[in-house]
């Protein structure tokens, strides 16, 4: 078999181990089907018991109440984008307030507009968002249909450590790159979405959270698969779910939840391996220069840059060479990007550190 790399890839990413050889094993037949996963009705038992504890799972790492339902949908957070905007506004609520702390809400705000006229009540791009807000540089609409913003931003390597403060204004956060990597107090949210592609699965599903109360603003002329109440009413079953990837997710929050031993654990893990890259940052005399001030840094995506562009992509190369792969950063900010979401090995970080010590001493001046 081939050796597996430490992948520092954004998304898709390194999934755990032993859900990965789960999946080789029971891919040619499922002992309760003697048929793969692949070849299953998503309308026969065993996947409904797939997608039931996949949610059950969920519902116990996050502590979701019966209040929220949770919806396994295909079309990526891109998708999110839209139908966030599509189900939420209403002529009692024409108009949302967004978040701008990178790209990503960027993108969020960008699709939003063609539905609503949105309010930009805060945009960090003087700064090139390097930062966050504090809670008093909001002012939140208390009309606004919601607050959406983006709790971590995968390309700015920029993390909230709270939930901005909405008073009732439903909060709407984009979690596609950090979620399941820390308890969350649900109850603060009207919405939560995630692409699985980063901490929780394949590329091919997203998770959504949603309040229950607000799938009452879905109205009936919306196209059936964009409607949240729809979808929660069909159990995400309305057409054929995208049942592979639910089936990793299943194997990834039992993962979660047995080998990890929840959330809290998860978090103390990954604090962890943050830490240990920071502090490289942090004593290389600015060899190493990050992105994010420090009080707003990722601990899922570590970005930061290199004195040149040379170094930069010897850099890159070099640590390919040893087996530490995608660390190239977003092509909108350059630099190098580490991604140590959940399933990265905390060996992997300590390899990924030391490569960069060594780095260091021998290419600084
Ligand atoms: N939001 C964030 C924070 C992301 O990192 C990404 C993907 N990198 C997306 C949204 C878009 O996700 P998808 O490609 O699943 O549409």
């Known amino acids: 078999m081939t050796q597996r790399a430490y992948n520092f890839s954004a998304g898709?990413?390194?999934?755990?181990?032993?859900?990965?050889?789960?999946?080789?094993?029971?891919?040619?037949a499922l002992p309760s089907d003697k048929a793969s996963i692949l070849e299953i009705s998503h309308r026969g038992k065993t996947f409904k018991e797939i997608i039931a504890a996949a949610e059950a799972n969920l519902r116990k790492l996050l502590q979701i109440p019966d209040s929220y339902a949770v919806l396994f949908l295909q079309g990526g957070s891109r998708l999110q984008f839209s139908m966030v905007p599509m189900n939420l506004l209403d002529e009692g609520h024409p108009s949302a307030?967004?978040?701008?702390?990178?790209?990503?809400?960027?993108n969020s705000l960008k699709e939003g507009q063609k539905l609503g006229d949105m309010r930009i009540i805060w945009d960090g791009g003087d700064d090139n968002y390097t930062r966050l807000p504090a809670d008093a540089e909001l002012q939140v609409d208390p009309r606004a249909a919601y607050l959406h913003y983006c709790c971590n931003e995968t390309i700015h390597g920029v993390q909230f450590r709270s939930e901005p403060a909405s008073g009732d204004?439903?909060?709407?956060?984009?979690?596609?790159?950090?979620?399941?990597?820390?308890?969350?107090?649900?109850?603060?949210?009207?919405?939560v979405y995630a692409c699985a592609q980063k901490n929780s699965g394949?590329?091919?599903?997203?998770?959504?959270?949603?309040?229950?109360?607000?799938?009452?603003?879905?109205?009936?002329?919306?196209?059936?698969?964009?409607?949240?109440?729809?979808?929660a009413e069909a159990g995400s079953l309305m057409n054929t779910a995208p049942t592979f990837a639910?089936?990793?997710?299943?194997?990834?929050?039992?993962?979660?939840?047995?080998?990890?031993?929840?959330?809290?654990?998860?978090?103390?893990?990954?604090?962890?391996?943050?830490?240990?890259?920071?502090?490289?940052?942090?004593?290389?005399?600015?060899?190493?220069a990050g992105h994010a001030q420090p009080e707003c840094r990722s601990v899922m995506n570590v970005v930061f840059r290199l004195p040149s562009d040379e170094l930069t992509k010897k850099f890159?190369?070099?640590?390919?060479?040893?087996?530490?792969?995608?660390?190239?950063?977003?092509?909108?900010?350059?630099?190098?990007?580490?991604?140590?979401?959940?399933?990265?090995?905390?060996?992997?970080v300590e390899t990924l550190r030391d490569f960069m010590i060594r780095f260091r001493d021998a290419n600084a001046k």
């Open 12 to 28: 898709p990413a390194v999934l755990p181990e032993p859900v990965l050889a789960e999946v080789q094993r029971d891919l040619m």
């Open 97 to 106: 307030d967004y978040v701008l702390t990178g790209s990503w809400s960027k």
């Open 169 to 191: 204004v439903p909060l709407v956060c984009d979690a596609s790159s950090d979620f399941l990597y820390k308890p969350i107090p649900i109850e603060r949210y009207g919405i």
């Open 316 to 348: 890159v190369a070099e640590a390919a060479e040893h087996d530490l792969t995608n660390l190239g950063g977003h092509r909108s900010v350059g630099g190098v990007r580490a991604s140590i979401y959940n399933a990265m090995p905390v060996a992997g």
């Open 246 to 288: 639910i089936y990793v997710v299943r194997m990834v929050t039992d993962w979660l939840l047995n080998e990890i031993g929840g959330l809290e654990k998860m978090y103390a893990q990954n604090q962890k391996k943050a830490k240990m890259l920071y502090d490289v940052l942090d004593a290389s005399d600015g060899f190493y």
């Open 202 to 231: 394949p590329a091919g599903v997203t998770i959504v959270v949603i309040r229950k109360d607000l799938l009452e603003r879905s109205r009936d002329n919306l196209p059936s698969y964009l409607n949240y109440k729809v979808q």
